[in-house]
DNA sequence: CGAATACTGAGCCACGCGGCTAAGTATTGG
DNA sequence: CCAATACTTAGCCGCGTGGCTCAGTATTCG
């Protein structure tokens, strides 16, 4: 939990990005190599190539490189990450709406 | 949902900032003055206050001025995106996972 | 073997982010 | 009215990001 949030924002940064999170959304269907990846954005491999680093950096996609051949593929668990922000950041604030409530009862006793 | 996605961008680069991560839990919490907040952070207001902009031209925060102070306030339903981003990407996945089912189906006839 | 393919590495550059200080404005308390 | 308070604006600055080109390496194909 801890080495967890001090890769909270690589992952928030990985996804403050349309080009990282098109690779994302695209690996989301199934692996691709990093050229095929790279024929859908309108940039350069070498630029492509360090935005797959990043998402790879992040843990949000693993790659292997076979013969001259780098593919890609989603690691998803890691999306669990915001997941897991989400929840928290819900539970700061239910827990304010109970004590809200609370304080609601105590001064309208029954 | 066009105008949605424009601004997506802006929603998660605001949560790719330990800082404003931090506005963020603690506006769960309740409102609180700039003031207020920025005294829990080890920068100057100035500094700070960029960040509250941030969050509040993402849509996550609303702010009001009273008098000389100016309160902040979570606008949790602006959350929802990154809940929506979310489960677009479980869709496509998902999708992906039942073509492969029906092709092993198609496979194994039974 | 030689050419084509698919990255990979090195290095450059413009821009924007996130910090700072210094000075200005608007309210409020005495 | 004056001083303190609470921002706010303006402007500077160093660094990292995200783009590029060019050259290099490793595979594969004919």
């Keep these: 939990m801890a080495q967890y949030s001090a890769r909270l924002d690589d ?3 990985a996804l403050a990005d349309p080009t990282r999170r098109g690779v994302i959304r695209r690996l989301g269907e ?4 990093v050229g095929d990846l790279a024929a859908t954005f309108p940039m350069t491999l070498p630029s492509f190539l360090k935005h797959v680093r990043t998402l790879e950096a992040a843990g949000l996609i693993r790659t292997a490189k076979a013969g001259r051949v780098r593919t890609c593929e ?3 668990e890691r999306l669990a990450v915001v997941d897991d922000w989400l929840a928290e950041q819900r539970r700061v604030w239910e827990e304010r709406t109970d004590r809200l409530e609370r304080l ?4 309208n006793p029954p």
């Excluded at 609601?104 to 001064?107: A, G, K, N, Q, W």
């Design 11 to 13: 992952v928030f940064i």
């Design 30 to 33: 199934g692996p691709a190599s």
């Design 74 to 76: 989603l690691n998803r």
């Design 104 to 107: 609601v009862t105590e001064e």
